[in-house]
Structure formats: C-alpha cells, structure tokens
Nanobody, 121 residues
Framework: VQLQAFGGGSVQAGDFLRLSCVAS????????TGWFRQAPGKEREIVAA????????WYTDSVKGRFTISRDNAANTVYLQTSSLKPEDTAVYYC???????????????WGQGTLVTVSS
C-alpha cells in the first residue's frame, strides 16, 4: 500500500491541525495504522494507532486528551486530529500501516513520506 500524508504546517501553541493520510494500492481495511513522529535529534516514536475497523485506538501518554486518531476505510484515509498543540509536538509526522494487529515502528512495512508540524510558543 502507498501512503501519502499531508496537513502539517506552522502554528502557534494552542492551535490545532488535522493530519490526513491517504492510502492506495491495496485494501486499506486490511491494515492496522498509526501515526508516528520524529523530532530533530530524537528517535521516531509512535503517537497513536487504530485498529482495522477503527474500533480500538491507542495513544501515547503525552497526547492523550489532545489528539484523536480516526479512519474512514471507504475513503482509504486515516486522520490525526490534533488540538492544544505544544512546542514539544514539533516533529515530522508519519503515517504507517501494518498487517499485524500491533502497530510498532519495526512492524510497519508501509510508510508515508511525512508531514512537518511546527509549533511555536
């Protein structure tokens, strides 16, 4: 599956962005998907994940209550709605997909190209 992420930008602290990741090439509902981010000088970390049918979601502690992951399998798209953005959320955000039930950096075989989110104070 090919993934294309977009929606990043430069915003002020407290603002919001909606990231989208559009899939093509394979049946999107076959994949668990997730959003990862990588800040300068840091390792890539998982931000949120969602099951194939969208029922089960998971968030890293630092974004709980601020970010929401969702998907529309009919539109082959996974979203990351962000809110109350903080400077520490600044990173390149990647979407990824895996046939596995578990979304991990090493387990995802398919990656989007990344979209930059910059949050200034």
């Amino acid at each position: 599956v090919q993934l294309q992420a977009f929606g990043g930008g430069s915003v002020q602290a407290g603002d919001f962005l909606r990231l989208s990741c559009v899939a093509s090439g394979r049946t999107f509902s076959d994949f668990s998907t997730g959003w990862f981010r990588q800040a300068p000088g840091k390792e890539r970390e998982i931000v949120a994940a969602i099951s194939r049918n969208g029922v089960t979601t998971w968030y890293t502690d630092s974004v709980k209550g601020r970010f929401t992951i969702s998907r529309d399998n009919a539109a082959n798209t996974v979203y990351l709605q962000t809110s109350s953005l903080k400077p520490e959320d600044t990173a390149v955000y990647y979407c990824a997909a895996t046939y596995s039930n578990t979304v991990t950096p090493r387990g995802c075989s398919f990656w989007g190209q990344g979209t930059l989110v910059t949050v200034s104070s």
